[in-house]
């Protein structure tokens, strides 16, 4: 099955960039809606933003302007770019792949999900 692999966490300043990295195995990449969920202690897990396979994106209003997603189907992978982070930004970062024809932000939607990469931010 289609297997994802998060890397790039680590810990970061209040106003640095971080860039996390999400490798997929399987053969229906470019097909796939990809999205970014994170899940900080004590809270749900919620969206941050989803890349779809005509290239269309979508972000959580607390980090648009700041963060972006993107994908390069030649290399089977989706990255987000993050700049500008806050101390609110900590939590664990997912990668997720939906194979149904309509994206969501809804995180039972998605079919395959990443083991997560913790994301700190020092204030």
């Known amino acids: 099955q289609v297997q994802l692999v998060e890397s790039g966490g680590g810990l970061v300043q209040a106003g640095g960039s971080l860039r996390l990295s999400c490798a997929a195995s399987?053969?229906?990449?470019?097909?796939?809606?990809m999205g970014w969920f994170r899940q900080a202690p004590g809270k749900e897990r919620e969206f941050v933003a989803l890349i779809t396979r005509y290239d269309s994106t979508s972000y959580a209003d607390s980090v648009k302007g700041r963060f972006t997603i993107s994908r390069d189907n030649a290399k089977n992978t989706v990255d987000l770019q993050m700049n500008s982070v806050k101390p609110e930004d900590t939590a664990v970062y997912y990668c997720?792949?939906?194979?149904?024809?309509?994206?969501?932000?809804?995180?039972?939607?998605?079919?395959?999900w990443g083991q997560g990469t913790q994301v700190t931010v020092s204030s």
């Open positions: 997720a792949a939906d194979r149904s024809t309509w994206s969501s932000v809804r995180s039972g939607q998605y079919d395959y």
């Open positions: 399987g053969r229906s990449f470019s097909t796939y809606t």
